[in-house]
């Protein structure tokens, strides 16, 4: 599925299920350009080193005049923006009860808003240049089903999903694709590391082993590559009937 020609944005992605996109894309020959608030070293390295196309502008996306002009940055470099890839979030683990309103209203600023914000002026470049597009947010098996302590999380990502729908349902007379991936527990540094929650002893010590395997038919975690194939997938022609879904890469775990 060769992606010569075609530029990707992709938010997030100095490690993790980002990096992993982020490395796929490139390495089928896409134009790679990231943001985010963590210099992303490993990733430029890796599609560098492979010869890829790729640069990294320090963005935080719940900033919008920034977001603007960022975008407006690559089109400067590279004249158009083919595929955003909304993939920047974060997971604070921590009882519904214990809860402060803070860290509630910031999971939605990232998490749902920083979505909007990339994707609006992303719909606005698609749409003044004719481009059929295609948008991918990452959402997460959490916004289709209860997950324990991840209940500000999981609102966040439903109404990723909720967003995607109505996005794909809106922007098809474009020619825009819009879908959404729902992984399950994937082995990334975040998931495998232990938080400060997960140190206070607040939570039980098989969270983690619960989380990231019992809850699975398949008993593993899933690898940031099987989320990078589903992502260049949907980014083909070979998916180009596909818009407004929600697929699950979750090792099953949505049946439990």
Same mark, same amino acid.
């Given at each position: 599925?060769?992606?010569?020609?075609?530029?990707?944005?992709?938010?997030?992605?100095?490690?993790?299920?980002?990096?992993?996109?982020?490395?796929?894309?490139?390495?089928?020959?896409?134009?790679?350009?990231?943001?985010?608030?963590?210099?992303?070293?490993?990733?430029?390295?890796?599609?560098?080193?492979?010869?890829?196309?790729?640069?990294?502008?320090?963005?935080?996306?719940?900033?919008?005049?920034?977001?603007?002009?960022?975008?407006?940055?690559?089109?400067?470099?590279?004249?158009?923006?083919?595929?955003?890839?909304?993939?920047?979030?974060?997971?604070?683990?921590?009882?519904?009860?214990?809860?402060?309103?803070?860290?509630?209203?910031?999971?939605?600023?990232?998490?749902?808003?920083?979505?909007?914000?990339?994707?609006?002026?992303?719909?606005?470049?698609?749409? *003044? &240049?004719? %481009?059929? +597009?295609?948008? /991918?947010? !990452?959402?997460?098996?959490?916004? #289709?089903?209860?997950?324990?302590?991840?209940?500000?999380?999981?609102?966040?990502?439903?109404?990723?999903?909720?967003?995607?729908?109505?996005?794909?349902?809106?922007?098809?007379?474009?020619?825009?694709?819009?879908?959404?991936?729902?992984?399950?527990?994937?082995?990334?540094?975040?998931?495998?590391?232990?938080?400060?929650?997960?140190?206070?002893?607040?939570?039980?010590?098989?969270?983690?082993?619960?989380?990231?395997?019992?809850?699975?038919?398949?008993?593993?975690?899933?690898?940031?590559?099987?989320?990078?194939?589903?992502?260049?997938?949907?980014?083909?022609?070979? *998916? &180009?009937? %596909?818009? +407004?879904?929600? /697929?699950? !890469?979750?090792?099953?775990?949505? #049946?439990?």
């Amino acid at each position: 599925m060769s992606m010569q020609e075609k530029v990707v944005l992709i938010t997030g992605a100095a490690q993790g299920i980002g990096q992993g996109i982020a490395v796929k894309f490139a390495e089928e020959g896409a134009k790679v350009a990231i943001f985010d608030v963590i210099e992303p070293k490993q990733t430029l390295k890796k599609i560098q080193d492979s010869g890829g196309q790729v640069f990294w502008q320090n963005v935080n996306i719940t900033d919008e005049n920034l977001v603007k002009e960022s975008i407006s940055t690559i089109i400067s470099n590279w004249d158009k923006i083919d595929i955003l890839v909304n993939n920047a979030g974060i997971f604070p683990i921590e009882h519904f009860h214990e809860l402060s309103v803070a860290m509630f209203r910031k999971i939605f600023d990232i998490n749902v808003v920083g979505t909007f914000i990339c994707s609006k002026y992303i719909v606005q470049h698609f749409i *003044s &240049k004719n %481009i059929k +597009g295609i948008i /991918i947010n !990452i959402a997460s098996v959490g916004g #289709l089903r209860e997950e324990l302590f991840h209940s500000h999380y999981s609102a966040s990502k439903a109404a990723v999903i909720s967003l995607s729908k109505s996005m794909a349902f809106e922007l098809g007379k474009y020619g825009i694709r819009v879908n959404a991936i729902a992984p399950g527990a994937i082995s990334t540094k975040g998931a495998r590391t232990a938080t400060p929650f997960q140190e206070s002893g607040k939570i039980p010590p098989e969270f983690m082993e619960y989380q990231s395997k019992k809850r699975s038919p398949l008993n593993t975690m899933g690898d940031p590559e099987d989320v990078a194939n589903m992502a260049l997938f949907i980014s083909s022609d070979q *998916s &180009k009937y %596909i818009t +407004g879904a929600v /697929i699950t !890469i979750d090792g099953g775990r949505s #049946l439990l």
